[in-house]
């Protein structure tokens, strides 16, 4: 069953069904409490509900205690298909997709909401859709009419788009529904961990105290009377002035530099961040009532990755992980996917003997045995080389041997490189495609660092053709996570169990601590599932190790 929904004022709403066609099949019907409609429905049909955008319906109907089981998202769908199309980026939400229907002029997408911290109030029970974005009923039933259609003309297979539509769809309830429940966090075990590190906060919003003693022994080192190691370019300039070269001020280059101001600018570096990104202020702001509340951004990288808008849930580092303390009674599940991106290449390449490599539970070992005389960190560089595109040093002779032992596999990231450099597009396994060669976009979002990928010549398109080389393998490692998420969240509804945090392959499910057990047999189960839904009875394995904690800091 199909409900076509569109939130009102004052928390009503609209309604339409519709048939397996997603054509009008009643009469629209106006409500006073969309929430309890659309709880009366899920309870007796469990429709898959079609509306604007689930980050603007979706947290509502949580906040007054309704949950869904499906949905297709407009907005991330239109993304999508404009992606296809070699439009990626164009506006997205309803109302641009009415107006490129009806040939009139589209409107940009409005710019995205302020994250609001916990302690910021929720507002309305519905988000109050800008004039740029919002449709009305009847015309969003005839958008997603469009997008049905598009979706069978996609040049990729239409069953494959299809199931990337509903895969972003559900991963978009997903997101909803951790950044609700959110991520236990104990703050007292946060001040503890902060003030061993950081010292005592500054009673006037300065620098703690550890960071006022590193940043006095660096200008010790460098012979001045104060600095500001937070401030590359002074390093910088320190370093020089110092007689040492250094191109930047990076960790990994400063590491091998001899000079005394090294170890308290690495210091420094490293409880700055702590300080900036998870330190009181950051606690203050997004910790409430015991729980950490972001916002997360289904499909925000190119590849399909997620992003956060505040908060920084993606990047929790290992030492504050710490504070993450299940309840009482409760435990955290912690699975991930290990070595997900070669296995991704193994099995989307139709590389025969790489695919028997992929059934085993170390891949770079196994890869190791067959073609590199045992040595397992020369077979991790050839794959990794492979699919990034390093081409210097140690990676030269690992290529050679992985381009004469698995030819087919190392075909087809050479030929999503070459199809880059000359300025085309290439497509993750379920049809996601990447920017065209006019949109600049940070390769930092195809998970390396480096310049823009546009087309052209020399560097310029080699740089494209690393980010395309890689594409087609991150982006389908996406629509896995998603796919794993997706069933995952099915098998856990109904039960205390929830998820609470997601990172690119890593899930967090927070359950009673008598359900623990059989939350990580549900999820090595999705695992599986999630491998058989995208790839088929393939010989790959995609193993899932999950582990049982008190701690997010006790998991490996």
């Known amino acids: 069953m199909l409900v076509a929904a569109v939130p009102g004022e004052g928390g009503s709403g609209r309604l339409l069904p519709l048939d397996d066609r ?11 409490s969309l929430a309890s409609a659309v709880a009366s429905l899920e309870a007796s049909d469990s429709p898959r509900w079609v509306w604007p955008a689930t980050s603007a319906v979706y947290p509502g109907l949580l906040r007054s205690g309704v949950r869904v089981a499906r949905c297709h998202d407009v907005e991330l769908t239109e993304a999508l298909l404009l992606g296809s199309a070699g439009s990626w980026g164009a506006p997205r939400s309803p109302a641009a997709a009415l107006a490129r229907l009806r040939g009139t002029p589209v409107p940009p997408d409005p710019p995205p909401a302020a994250a609001t911290p916990p ?3 929720q507002g309305e029970l ?14 969003l039933v005839t958008v997603y009419a469009d997008q049905r259609a598009r979706m069978a003309d996609v040049p990729t297979s239409p069953a494959g788009f299809r199931l990337l539509v509903a895969a972003e769809s559900a991963g978009a309830l997903v997101a909803a529904e ?14 503890e961990l902060l003030r061993s590190l950081l010292g005592a906060p500054s009673a006037v919003g300065g620098p703690p105290a550890r960071l006022v003693t590193l940043a006095a022994e660096i200008a010790a080192a460098f012979g001045v009377r104060s600095v500001h190691p937070e401030s590359p370019g002074e390093l910088l300039k320190l370093f020089h002035r110092a007689g040492v070269d250094v191109p930047n001020t990076r960790s990994w280059v400063l590491q091998h530099v001899d000079h005394p101001a090294v170890r308290p600018v690495l210091a420094y570096k490293e409880l700055y961040r702590i300080w900036t990104a998870h330190g009181w202020a950051w606690r203050d702001a997004w910790v409430r009532d015991g729980r950490f509340r972001p916002e997360y951004v289904p499909g925000g990288v190119v590849s399909g990755r997620w992003a956060s808008r505040g908060g920084g849930a993606l990047q929790i580092p290992k030492v504050v992980r710490r504070a993450v303390v ?16 070669p296995r991704v290449l193994a099995a989307v390449s139709g590389d025969a003997r790489l695919a028997a490599a992929g059934r085993a539970g170390d891949l770079y070992a196994a890869l190791a045995a067959d073609a590199f005389d045992g040595d397992r960190a020369k077979a991790k560089v050839a794959l990794l080389g492979a699919m990034y595109g390093q081409t210097g040093g140690a990676a030269v002779p690992a290529l050679a041997a992985l381009r004469g032992h698995y030819p087919t596999a190392f075909d087809y990231v050479e030929s999503a490189a070459r199809t880059g450099e000359g300025g085309g597009l290439v497509r993750s396994w379920l ?11 940070s390769l930092a979002d ?11 010549g020399g560097a310029r398109a080699r740089a494209r053709g690393r980010f395309t080389r890689n594409f087609v393998i991150q982006a ?27 990172q690119h392959d890593e899930v967090l499910v927070h359950c009673p601590a008598d359900q623990a057990e059989a939350v990580v047999t549900a999820v090595h189960e999705a695992g599986e599932r999630a491998t058989r839904t995208l790839f088929g009875d393939t010989e790959v394995r995609f193993p899932m190790e999950a582990t049982a904690v008190d701690c997010y800091a006790e998991a490996k």
């Not at 951790?178 to 001040?191: S, T």
């Not at 660092?449 to 087309?455: H, L, T």
């Not at 996570?481 to 997601?502: D, I, K, M, Q, Y």
């Open 22 to 32: 997603g054509r009008p099949a009643g009469a629209a019907a106006t409500v006073p």
């Open 119 to 121: 302690g910021g109030g």
């Open 126 to 139: 519905f988000a109050a859709p800008s004039a740029s974005s919002s449709v009305g009923l009847e015309d």
């Open 178 to 191: 951790m950044g609700f429940a959110g991520l236990p966090w104990r703050a007292d075990l946060h001040d």
């Open 326 to 341: 299940a309840d009482p009674g409760w435990r955290f599940v912690v699975a991930d996917a290990a070595q997900l991106e």
């Open 431 to 441: 049809g996601r495609t990447c920017p065209p060669s006019s949109v600049s976009v």
């Open 446 to 456: 195809a998970g390396y660092e480096g310049g823009e990928p546009a087309a052209g």
């Open 476 to 502: 389908t490692a996406a629509e896995w996570a998603l796919a794993l998420l997706a069933t995952l969240r099915t098998t856990l509804a109904g039960t205390p169990a929830e998820l609470v945090l997601f």
